[in-house]
């Protein structure tokens, strides 16, 4: 799949989603927009696609920095007990430190997620029978197990809805002063393009990234970093969005190899695409009212991770 073809479907659905929604708007009145309209445009359907974009490719890239360090092309961000321990630090910020802003809430999230992360990596030292499959497995037991606490904790003190907003990715509520935390995810994804050859050897092995030179300890800290910032910020926005980073590194991979820096703009490019894609769908099919991207992607998501178990033997999975 060429570039040029995921940048043209990006701008179709891009276009698609400005026009789509409860407040009737049509190309057509562009000529002659009202001021309510010019207002539905800057603080509510600019915005949403924006978000849209950012976490899609920022999410996408995640799991495809995941997958290369941890060699395993069943790990991303949902199956490592990223998400969910980013979710609990997000808990634990509510719960502390009550007047805290969204910056101090992320901060507090991206320490878990990062903690979450590194003990997950840990884990798989430690695992001496690293079938593909029984990876993510232990994963998702992994964020199981965080899930349960946070769980707890919620319940204890009277937040589980507040647990299942997080746990409901929707874009519906993204509004002009409230997705802006997600331009976080911008430079770090710059910094994964910087990194993507080191990312790259040190997906190799740690024996053979050293025999390079490389300072294999050094590289893995700053991708789970760039994983655990990106979730953060993702899941205090948005909600948690599953399949994502599982399944877009995988598709990428099938048609255009291993190699990162080669990878890095296809997944960026289809995640976002696909992330638009079904927001579009979840905004039509029941209109006016809306379904939240975690069903979408889930749904459609679950299909595709199925159709690559399948397959799994045929691109050397």
């Given at each position: 799949?060429?570039?040029?073809?995921?940048?043209?479907?990006?701008?179709?659905?891009?276009?698609?989603?400005?026009?789509?929604?409860?407040?009737?708007?049509?190309?057509?009145?562009?000529?002659?927009?009202?001021?309510?309209?010019?207002?539905?445009?800057?603080?509510?359907?600019?915005?949403?696609l924006?978000?849209?974009?950012?976490?899609?490719?920022?999410?996408s890239?995640?799991?495809?920095?995941?997958?290369?360090?941890?060699?395993?092309?069943?790990?991303?961000?949902?199956?490592?007990?990223?998400?969910?321990?980013?979710r609990?630090?997000?808990?634990?910020?509510?719960?502390?430190?009550?007047?805290a802003s969204?910056?101090?809430?992320?901060?507090?999230?991206?320490?878990?997620?990062?903690?979450?992360?590194?003990?997950?990596?840990?884990?798989?030292?430690?695992i001496?029978?690293?079938?593909?499959?029984?990876?993510?497995?232990?994963?998702?037991?992994?964020?199981?197990?965080?899930?349960?606490?946070?769980t707890?904790?919620?319940?204890?003190?009277?937040?589980?809805?507040?647990m299942?907003?997080?746990?409901?990715?929707?874009f519906?509520?993204?509004?002009?002063g409230?997705?802006?935390?997600?331009?976080?995810?911008?430079?770090?994804?710059?910094?994964?393009?910087?990194?993507?050859?080191?990312?790259?050897i040190?997906?190799?092995?740690?024996d053979?990234?050293?025999?390079?030179?490389?300072?294999?300890?050094?590289?893995?800290?700053?991708?789970?970093?760039?994983?655990?910032?990106?979730?953060?910020?993702?899941?205090?926005?948005?909600?948690?969005?599953?399949?994502?980073?599982?399944?877009?590194?995988?598709?990428?991979?099938?048609?255009?190899?291993?190699?990162?820096?080669?990878?890095?703009?296809?997944?960026?490019?289809?995640?976002?695409?696909?992330?638009?894609?079904?927001?579009?769908?979840?905004?039509?099919?029941?209109?006016?009212?809306?379904?939240?991207i975690?069903?979408?992607?889930?749904?459609?998501?679950?299909?595709?991770?199925?159709?690559?178990?399948?397959?799994?033997?045929?691109?050397?999975?």
């Open positions: 799949m060429k570039i040029r073809y995921l940048v043209f479907a990006l701008i179709v659905f891009s276009i698609a989603s400005i026009f789509i929604g409860v407040t009737s708007l049509s190309p057509l009145d562009l000529f002659r927009l009202t001021d309510e309209q010019v207002q539905i445009i800057l603080v509510s359907r600019l915005p949403r924006l978000s849209i974009i950012i976490a899609g490719a920022s999410m890239i995640s799991g495809l920095i995941m997958q290369q360090l941890s060699r395993n092309k069943f790990v991303s961000p949902t199956t490592a007990g990223t998400m969910d321990s980013a609990f630090g997000i808990l634990v910020a509510m719960l502390l430190f009550t007047s969204p910056f101090q809430k992320m901060l507090v999230a991206f320490i878990f997620a990062l903690l979450g992360t590194f003990i997950f990596m840990k884990i798989l030292e430690k001496k029978f690293k079938d593909t499959i029984f990876i993510p497995l232990v994963g998702l037991m992994f964020g199981n197990i965080i899930n349960s606490i946070a707890f904790f919620a319940y204890k003190h009277d937040l589980i809805q507040n299942a907003s997080w746990l409901l990715g929707d519906s509520m993204i509004l002009k409230r997705f802006e935390l997600m331009y976080i995810s911008i430079p770090l994804v710059i910094i994964a393009f910087i990194f993507a050859n080191k990312f790259t040190a997906g190799m092995g740690e053979f990234a050293k025999n390079l030179g490389l300072n294999y300890r050094q590289v893995v800290n700053i991708g789970l970093t760039i994983v655990a910032l990106i979730t953060a910020s993702v899941v205090l926005t948005v909600g948690m969005i599953p399949f994502l980073g599982l399944i877009i590194p995988n598709i990428v991979t099938i048609y255009q190899g291993d190699h990162l820096r080669n990878s890095l703009t296809h997944t960026a490019l289809l995640g976002a695409v696909f992330v638009l894609f079904c927001d579009i769908i979840g905004r039509v099919v029941i209109f006016p009212y809306e379904i939240p975690s069903l979408t992607v889930g749904v459609i998501g679950s299909g595709i991770f199925i159709y690559l178990l399948m397959r799994r033997r045929t691109y050397g999975l």
